[in-house]
């Protein structure tokens, strides 16, 4: 069974950079993807914010591209997410997850494996 926790989160202000981590054990090659997360303040969806597969080939919602980053390390067993130029509108749980489907995209009934949060604060 894999199990995810998150680190990194905190408060920055707008402009500003923070970098999550996600440790994955129990780990099994049957988890193809990995990916973030977040729920908005408010909001029970959570939405898609960048997943990448074990080949290291990413994907990122729109409202994130340039922006952000996600990464494996070699072992495959710690995800990144390195969020620059902080917004706003960026203010949220993020969500570490992983997927044992090929290409779950960003929908999060594809995910079943999650982590238990961290909040991401910007504030101006």
């Known amino acids: 069974q894999v199990q995810l926790v998150e680190s990194g989160g905190g408060s920055v202000q707008s402009g500003g950079s923070l970098r999550l981590s996600c440790a994955a054990s129990g780990y099994s090659y049957s988890r193809f993807v990995m990916g973030w997360f977040r729920q908005f303040p408010g909001k029970e969806e959570r939405e898609g914010v960048a997943?990448?597969?074990?080949?290291?080939?990413?994907a990122y919602a729109d409202s994130v591209k340039d922006r952000f980053t996600i990464s494996l390390d070699n072992f495959k067993t710690t995800l990144y997410l390195q969020m620059n130029n902080l917004k706003l509108e960026d203010t949220a749980i993020y969500y570490c997850?992983?997927?044992?489907?090929?290409?779950?995209?960003?929908?999060?009934?594809?995910?079943?494996?999650w982590g238990q949060g961290t909040q991401v604060t910007v504030s101006s």
């Open positions: 997943v990448i597969n074990k080949r290291g080939n990413p």
């Open positions: 997850a992983a997927s044992s489907l090929l290409w779950p995209a960003f929908q999060p009934a594809n995910f079943d494996a």
